[in-house]
């Protein structure tokens, strides 16, 4: 730490306390970290490392798959740890706040208490912050349904680079008065500003689950089937869950606890979810969709689930995606493409890794969303070339016109990759915006933009 840095380290030890500040030794994190209690003390920090050119990174749940979170130079992290209240749950207008560093699954289960659904939900749940979900714009499981975390922030409290706090707690659905403030920082990954509090929109908990695992032998179909649940599932329609066979004969392989639902053999799998209002009703639909889907030919092989043992052990078998790491070397993508360009986009990446030594190419999706996860390496580590893959598969994206990053942000591991889905103009635009936002560069630097535009 140069001389520079301890004498701001002890302004920032006088504005915060002796509690507010950690040291930890770290390789890849922040080796101090500043634990700010409110708002004011967020905007002290960064008033005091503003003018001292002290380079800062907000800190969540650090579950983000993009090192957004890691240091690459003497940056000091920024906790909202204990910044974690709930600070309302407003029933009447279907709203909760809550400050940033509240960890999801505590907010969800806030919610539910008062019989109303927080909308978001990932595997990190217990880990990950809401303000976390709010920089990276988390998607997971339900967005078919919901939409992204974008679509559920009503409100937003930010604390800007030279320390000004920006209250937009709005919780009016409607509320048309000029640029929405709040987009700018929802997906900014902490480049733009500090989020504090968070307006929530809240929902209906639904009544009734139902899912199917269904078998299906073209991607045509695939295409069919999700059109067929989406107009007549009545907008209940909560996850259409794709599984290539890489991954479903190695999940449900003889020495694996996960027992396979329906045979190998299907160039697909589809796990369905549809979540409504009314249990007994909703379980007749549901039967009769999937029925209509299967005269239709757009399903070869179905199981229906009729209890919740059940429900779970087919989630688990969409979810166990720990167990590749057991399988051999890979970057794990996450990308996007549209519907009608993705039967090309898989079949281009498993052709080009047949020609690469003990392959492992397994692919799974949020398909409604348009979002495939795309593990693509080798069983050896002798022939895993992570440059290669990437490579390949940051080029066919290009070529696709899909996204580099679907759901997990840009951070450190994407930014020199941003151009393969983003024009220049857009990128410049982005860099206009850091620049009037931020013009120290003090807010998580040398992350998401490519850094020829730092
Ligand atoms: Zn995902």
Redesign the pocket.
Known sequence: MSEGNSSVLEELAQLLGENGIRQQPDDYLPEVVLKPETTEQVSGILKICSAAGQPLIPIGGKTGLVSGHVRTGDELGLSMERMNAIEEIDVTNRTMTVQAGCILQVAAEAAQEKDLLLPLD?GARGTATVGGNVSTNA???MVIRYGMTRDMVLGLEVVLADGTIINSLNKMLKNNTGYDIKQWFIGAEGTLGVVTRVVLRLRPHPRSQNIAFVAVDSFTNVQGLLHHLDSRAGGSLSAFEVLWPEFYDYITREESTHRPPLPHGSPYYVLVETQGSDESGDAEKFETILEEAMEAGLVSDAVLTRSQSERNALWEIRDDVLAFFNLGFFVPF?VSVTLDKMEDFVRDIRAAMKQHEDPICVIF??LGDC?L?VFLGSRNVETFDSDAVEELCYSTVERYQGSIS??HGIGIAKREKLACSRSPEEIALMATMKKTLDPGNILNPNKLLPEAFT
């Open positions: 990932l998607g997971g499981n996450d999706g949020h979002n996860h679907a759901e």
